[in-house]
T-cell receptor, first 113, second 112 residues
Framework: DVKVTQSSRYLVKRTGEKVFLECVQD?????MFWYRQDPGLGLRLIYF???????EKGDIPEGYSVSREKKERFSLILESASTNQTSMYLC????????????FGDGTRLSIL | EDKVVQSPLSLVVHEGDTVTLNCSYE??????LLWYKQEKKAPTFLFML????IEKKSGRLSSILDKKELFSILNITATQTGDSAVYLC????????????FGSGTKLNVKP
């Protein structure tokens, strides 16, 4: 079974801090994704990566950056956290070919005070 | 604008009931429709549908796609408390393997 592991289930940070969310997958998937999930808004794509050091902006990239130095690891960075970034963050991965479902991590519930 | 709409937003039923969850979509370059179940943790994959009229079934869960009317339904028969979850619908893009459009989910609460 594919395992996508996010480093923290719950995280509390302060406004202005730099925040790192880490995600690791163990199935050699090419693609990795970061979403945020908010009530009534569904999952919105922040960034995705289709290869090491390759990334593309999703629908809501503002205020975020990402890093993919190794194939199995994809990091989401909040450069200067703000209260409107309080949310559930989900990492996912899949194979880069047709009709491949995404496999999700358990999520990180991030609160910015 | 591409969008995926799920209904109802929430639903409360009793054990043993049958429920039908709906997912309608307006997505150019449709490739596939996926259903996920999300309890308190990671969304877990249930079904992927690509062809109209072909039912996918797993135990008490089944799903079907209508590409002409642009919707899918997820049926759960003889519901159990363990079916309580948020059910997510997502649509994949034909030309971009990385693009999935998600609905906001249906929250199902099954009472004993």
């Amino acid at each position: 079974d594919v395992k996508v592991t996010q480093s923290s289930r719950y995280l509390v940070k302060r406004t202005g801090e730099k925040v790192f969310l880490e995600c690791v997958q163990d199935m050699d998937h090419e693609n990795m994704f970061w979403y945020r999930q908010d009530p009534g808004l569904g999952l919105r794509l922040i960034y995705f990566s289709y290869d090491v050091k390759m990334k593309e902006k999703g629908d809501i990239p503002e205020g975020y950056s990402v890093s993919r130095e190794k194939k199995e690891r994809f990091s989401l960075i909040l450069e200067s956290a703000s209260t409107n970034q309080t949310s559930m963050y989900l990492c996912a991965s899949n194979l880069d070919r047709h009709n491949q479902p995404q496999h999700f991590g358990d999520g990180t519930r991030l609160s910015i005070l | 604008e591409d969008k995926v709409v799920q209904s109802p937003l929430s639903l409360v039923v009793h054990e043993g009931d049958t429920v039908t969850l709906n997912c309608s979509y307006e997505v150019t370059n449709f490739r596939s429709l996926l259903w996920y179940k999300q309890e308190k943790k990671a969304p877990t994959f249930l079904f992927m549908l690509t062809s109209s009229g072909i039912e996918k079934k797993s135990g008490r869960l089944s799903s079907i796609l209508d590409k002409k009317e642009l919707f899918s339904i997820l049926n759960i028969t003889a519901t159990q408390t363990g079916d309580s979850a948020v059910y997510l619908c997502a649509v994949g893009n034909e030309y971009n393997f990385n693009k999935f459009y998600f609905g906001s989910g249906t929250k199902l609460n099954v009472k004993p």
